[in-house]
């Protein structure tokens, strides 16, 4: 039973994780890019709707982590080459995902999906507990380990992370110190919209292997949450996103033991706890504005 319970707080865990780290490095670059939403539905169509078409669910999570791409790609031209406000377009562009997908997807409601299998890791997988929940998942999952180790490394250890922080802290003086402010912002936007596509593509072949409208659900709200959860770190997002993960498993769990509290409350359980560690975070004024990105949603536009 509770090998079952972690593994299903492992699989609610994972997209989170994900579209959040996507965030993390594109908020770091001093950029806000609300459309986290609508990136990861359009990942989550693509991937289910080539997945149908070629029988392989690897090119389908190939083709989520394209269409987020794409979708972000959108985003960086009207914000940092047409100069539009941000938090506008990622709202609009949330928007457009949703009713695109709802539009390309009709056609394929109801059918059943092809699940990604999980890859055992040979005599890893094997050890009581530890194996099954960590050495016997889906490649989205090893890749959101990896992920995290590989941003924080990029973040904090490498030349080129440096820079990107430079940016997000005062994209100003690094333009004055030679680096391309507008280049590293597009290279980081199109990272968060892959993140977010991965995400949607790990909704729609694992985490409920078919397609349903709207399946993100505010997954892409909770994971702009997250990002401020974790002070821009990307080992507390890791950690956050599981504490996240274990909320929305336990209001299932709380249902299927038929606990007397409203259906509609347990539902909404993983928003109340976005709402209140937002809460917390806002008592804790002093780390969240030294960790805060200082040009975050600032436009650049280089002097001529």
């Not at 079952?4 to 996507?22: E, F, H, K, Q, R």
């Not at 989520?64 to 047409?82: K, W, Y």
């Not at 928007?95 to 539009?103: A, C, E, T, Y």
Request: aromatic share 8%.
């Amino acid at each position: 039973m509770l090998e079952a319970i972690l593994l299903t707080v492992i699989t609610a865990a994972t997209p989170l994780v994900i579209a959040s780290l996507g965030e993390l490095v594109t908020e770091r670059a001093g950029v806000l890019n609300l459309g986290v939403e609508g990136m990861m539905i359009m990942g989550a169509v693509a991937a289910f709707a080539v997945t149908q078409a070629t029988g392989s669910p690897f090119i389908g999570v190939a083709a989520g982590i394209i269409a987020g791409g794409i979708f972000s790609l959108l985003f960086g031209v009207l914000t940092l080459t047409l100069v539009a406000n941000q938090v506008a377009t990622g709202l609009a562009l949330t928007i457009l995902g949703l009713g695109l997908s709802g539009q390309i997807g009709e056609s394929f409601v109801g059918q059943p999906g092809i699940k990604l299998q999980p890859i055992a890791i040979p005599l890893l997988s094997e050890i009581p507990l530890l194996g099954p929940l960590l050495f016997r998942q889906d490649i989205i999952f090893y890749l959101s380990v990896l992920l995290v180790g590989g941003i924080h490394w990029f973040l904090f250890r490498s030349r080129t992370g440096l820079k990107l922080r430079a940016i997000g802290d005062n994209h100003g003086s690094a333009h004055a110190l030679g680096i391309n402010v507008i280049r590293t912002r597009y290279l980081a936007v199109m990272f968060g919209g892959a993140c977010a596509g991965l995400a949607g593509a790990h909704l729609s072949l694992v985490y409920t292997p078919q397609w349903v409208e709207n399946m993100t659900a505010g997954r892409g709200w909770i994971a702009l949450a997250l990002v401020v959860f974790a002070s821009w770190r990307p080992l507390r997002v890791l950690a956050g996103g599981y504490l996240f993960g274990a909320v929305t498993i336990g209001q299932l769990h709380a249902q299927a033991l038929g606990i007397g509290i409203p259906s509609q409350l347990l539902s909404a359980m993983p928003y109340v706890a976005t709402i209140v560690v937002l809460i917390i975070i806002s008592h804790n004024r002093r780390t969240t504005l030294i960790n805060t990105p200082a040009s975050l949603g600032k436009p650049f536009v280089p002097e001529r």
